[in-house]
């Protein structure tokens, strides 16, 4: 099974600053990768698929990157609204998926 | 406008069965793949199983496998999941989503049902 190791578990961080977010697979998944935001008592919000594609609506503050093993999630400028819990997810093989253990973003 | 919407959730002792459902509104139903995912209360997500757009192909998380059948009727659009042998491990809040077709991320999430299992 494929596990997904996300860095930092929780990050604080204040409004207008740049924050990156970390994920690694156990073994290469391509650009199978997806970030979802949560909020409390919500379900998850899809914001990027296939590593670096944004999710219609979503906005252009929120970026993807990387392939294979090593991915990041970039939030240019960080809004009083992107205060959440944020997760990778893996859908490399057709059997299963799996997350990532979560990063809650906090304000500073 | 896309709707998922889960039912069947509630309290039932270890070792008992629940059968939860999902109804889909908006879309072609019969067109996509079809998660589970559950929440633990204060944890992360867990995938638990998928199943094809006709049913012909279902996979689960090791830790539900043998226990949990998903199933689903398309021209009720509506998807299912039973759940056997249930453990305290179990309760968790359940949400039903759409995978996207062309790479299998999720579109659209339910509002979840929520699965206690306790004495």
């Known amino acids: 099974d494929i596990q997904m190791t996300q860095s930092p578990s929780t990050l604080s961080a204040s409004v207008g600053d740049r924050v990156t977010i970390t994920c690694r697979a156990s073994?290469?998944?391509?650009?199978?990768l997806a970030w979802y935001q949560q909020k409390p008592g919500k379900a998850p919000k899809l914001l990027i698929y296939?590593?670096?594609s944004l999710e219609s609506g979503v906005p252009s503050r929120f970026s993807g990157s990387g392939s294979g093993t090593e991915f990041t999630l970039t939030i240019s400028s960080l809004q009083p609204d992107d205060f959440a819990t944020y997760y990778c997810?893996?859908?490399?093989?057709?059997?299963?998926?799996?997350f990532g253990g979560g990063t809650k973003v906090e304000i500073k | 406008e896309v709707q998922l919407v889960e039912s069947g959730g509630v309290v039932v002792q270890p070792g008992g069965s629940l059968r939860l459902s999902c109804a889909a509104s908006g879309f072609t139903f019969d067109d996509y793949t079809m998660h589970w995912v559950r929440q633990a209360p204060g944890k992360g997500l867990e995938w638990v199983s998928l199943i094809s757009w006709d049913g012909g192909s279902t996979y689960y998380a090791d830790s539900v496998k043998g226990r949990f059948t998903i199933s689903r009727d398309n021209s009720k659009n509506s998807l299912y999941l039973q759940m056997n042998s249930l453990r305290t491990e179990d309760t968790a809040l359940y949400y039903c989503a759409k995978a996207e077709p062309s790479d299998s991320s999720y579109d659209y999430w339910g509002q979840g049902t929520l699965v206690t299992v306790s004495s």
């Open positions: 997810q893996q859908y490399n093989s057709y059997s299963g998926s799996t």
């Open positions: 073994q290469s998944i391509s650009s199978w």
């Open positions: 296939k590593a670096s």
